[in-house]
């Protein structure tokens, strides 16, 4: 059975949410560092939030037969930028809003980089082979590693990010 996405093939549909998925990815690591230096974030904040909202809501108009944890995750990751937007357009990041906005947005790349290392051990033939399952080690270490990088990152944004003592 043939069909169409948008006017696309389902092959070119994924392709577009993959490229979303790495843009958002990109984007939202440049808004870490940036958060890292406590500089401005300008557009890249938007920029990272549109294209990490698309990367959910293209993933699903994936077909699939039943609920997958990728659609899970999206769902988490649609209600997380939900509040990041609030906190950010909404409530300007005062207060509490700024911790609020650090640990959405930064869960919600999480997220993305999570489903990345899980797509990249299912799909590169060369991790594929260290894990075949997904449930062995160099998954597992993988998996470890990037949230420690996430935690730490997190920490420190929290610590070292306060855009509203830029404007004073």
């Not at 696309?8 to 990109?26: A, K, N, T």
């Not at 037969?65 to 990751?77: D, N």
């Not at 797509?119 to 082979?129: D, E």
Request: aromatic content about 12%; some cysteine.
């Amino acid at each position: 059975m043939s069909f169409t996405i948008l006017g696309m093939s389902p092959e070119g549909f994924v392709f577009l949410h993959v490229v979303l998925s790495l843009v958002g990815i990109m984007t939202g690591l440049i808004v870490l560092a940036v958060m890292l230096q406590n500089g401005d974030l300008a557009g890249w904040n938007a920029f990272f939030l549109v294209s990490t909202i698309l990367t959910s809501v293209t993933g699903f108009m994936i077909p699939a037969k039943t609920i997958l944890p990728s659609h899970v995750f999206g769902a988490v990751s649609l209600i997380l930028l939900a509040v990041a937007l609030l906190a950010l357009y909404g409530r300007k990041l005062a207060g509490p809003w700024r911790v609020t906005y650090v640990v959405t947005a930064l869960i919600a790349l999480y997220l993305n980089c999570f489903v990345v290392v899980v797509q990249s051990f299912g799909k590169v033939a060369f991790l594929k082979g260290q894990a075949p399952t997904g449930t062995e080690a160099p998954f597992a270490i993988a998996q470890a590693i990037v949230l420690i990088l996430f935690l730490v990152g997190g920490f420190l944004a929290m610590r070292r990010f306060h855009p509203l003592a830029n404007r004073l």
